[in-house]
């Protein structure tokens, strides 16, 4: 259909309007006019496992209705996966987003987004060697996090821990807050705090976990979580506790990955 020169004018004064219109908003929320442009279609199996990690978290026990878990995604290093504001469980290729590491969804379609997607955004930042984020609330970690006790490796398959697990302290940067990870500041504290380790506890809220691949980080969340509750068990035991000598630890580091693991866990959270 030919372009009336009407037409054209109405389509540039509209065009004009909607961009004038998107800039006052850009310039009000103090985000970029605009959006980074897309990675491209992220690759299937990616989605595959993002999705069968967020039903296998679940499945676990180690996410409930909150909690999330995120990829890097494959095709650009600067772009990550995350599933819209959803329960973990119900998490489908549909409901993954790609975010910019200042966690702007790259096209967010109008869906309502997790409020903490900033410790993925900022770990991915600082981490070039993670590609793979999982935060939850696991409640077997949580006195760990609250208490002078450390989390440590107290068997061989939780032997990632090495020595121990770090604490985020959301009041040394943030004051009094809600405790949960809404800004980017906040973000790049709990990124600091992580350091170089697997993971981190937040202080009253949970824990993030990372990992090179979506099973490793998985992997890591399942057994941290039975390591924290057999720890706990062994010291209400009394006595000492032996746990793991790093040295160890680090032999048993080839071991990791999961593999067979995660075939397992992956049929049976796809199954339901
Ligand atoms: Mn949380």
């Known amino acids: 259909m030919a372009v009336t020169p009407n037409a054209h004018r109405l389509a540039r004064r509209d065009f004009l309007a909607v961009g004038a219109a998107a800039a006052a908003v850009a310039l009000f929320r103090h985000v970029p006019a605009r959006a980074a442009a897309s990675a491209g ?23 409930d209705g909150y909690g999330h878990v995120s990829a890097r995604h494959d095709k650009d290093p600067t772009k990550y996966l995350l599933a819209r504001s959803i329960a973990p469980e119900l998490v489908s290729a549909e409901d993954i987003l790609e975010f910019d590491l200042d966690s702007n969804p790259v096209e967010g379609r109008g869906r309502k987004l997790y409020l903490e997607r900033f410790i993925h955004g900022e770990i991915y930042r600082s981490r070039p060697d993670v590609m793979a984020v999982v935060h939850h609330h696991s409640p077997a970690v949580i006195p760990f996090g609250v208490t002078k006790v450390p ?14 697990l770090p604490v985020f302290e959301i009041r040394d940067t943030g004051g009094m807050t809600d405790l949960l990870v809404r800004t980017p500041e906040l973000g790049r504290a709990l990124a600091r705090t992580l350091g170089d380790r697997p993971g981190v506890l937040m202080r009253g809220h949970g824990a993030a976990v990372v990992g090179a691949s979506v099973p490793d980080a998985v992997g890591r969340c399942v057994f941290l979580q039975v390591n924290a509750r057999m720890q706990a068990q062994a010291i209400a ?5 032996v746990y793991l000598d790093p040295e160890e630890a680090r032999k048993l580091a080839p071991l990791s990955g999961y593999d067979r693991a995660w075939e397992l866990w992956k049929r049976k959270a796809m199954a339901k």
Do not use: C, K, W
């Open 151 to 164: 989390l440590r490796p107290i068997y061989h398959m939780a032997a990632f821990i090495e020595t121990s």
């Open 237 to 241: 035991l009394g006595g000492e506790v």
């Open 41 to 63: 279609p992220a690759s299937p199996a990616l989605i595959e496992d993002l999705v069968a990690a967020n039903r296998i978290l679940a499945d676990q026990g180690v996410v």
